[in-house]
């Protein structure tokens, strides 16, 4: 043979022996891959419920500061505004409804019990309603407590009724 008419390439034997390499590396990637993204689903799905609690926690401060007079009534607590809007937060047995006129907000908490009850400060002073949430969130039971501010006002008017 001469050498005008050789071209440098590669065996079938060599090509086999990369194609299979390839495979290899390429199966290791993919189950590496699977793997990650499963505790990543793990991880987002966690995250999800701690995010849900920041939420409603966020949103019943936002609520208990933003509006005049808190009502609990069963499963249900009523936040009625200056200016006559409702906010009412429905507690079910696996979520937690937040309805306001615009909008409905879901929360995947879950509430074991709940109590509303007064409370006076060290100075006897200042009196607060205390709503306390049991709730349920990755398994684990917490414990939420609320002060929602009772000024005089109010106080006079539930004595003289």
């Known amino acids: 043979m001469s050498k005008k008419n050789t071209v440098k390439a590669f065996s079938i034997i060599e090509a086999i022996i990369g194609m299979a390499i390839t495979a290899i590396i390429m199966g290791i990637v993919f189950v590496i891959f699977s793997i990650v993204s499963e505790r990543m689903l793990d991880y987002k799905n966690q995250n999800a419920l701690v995010n849900d609690l920041n939420r409603l926690t966020y949103c019943i401060n936002k609520d208990i500061f933003d509006n005049e007079k808190m009502t609990v009534i069963d499963n249900e607590v009523i936040f009625n505004g200056y200016s006559g809007e409702v906010v009412k937060y429905n507690f079910q047995d696996d979520y937690t409804l937040r309805n306001r006129e615009e909008f409905i907000d879901t929360f995947k908490v879950k509430l074991k019990d709940m109590i509303i009850d007064s409370v006076k400060s060290e100075t006897q002073k200042k009196v607060f309603l205390k709503l306390k949430l049991n709730v349920e969130v990755n398994e684990r039971e917490m ?19």
């Open 143 to 161: 414990d939420l407590n609320f002060y929602k501010r009772v000024y005089a006002n109010e106080l006079l008017q539930k004595t003289k009724q």
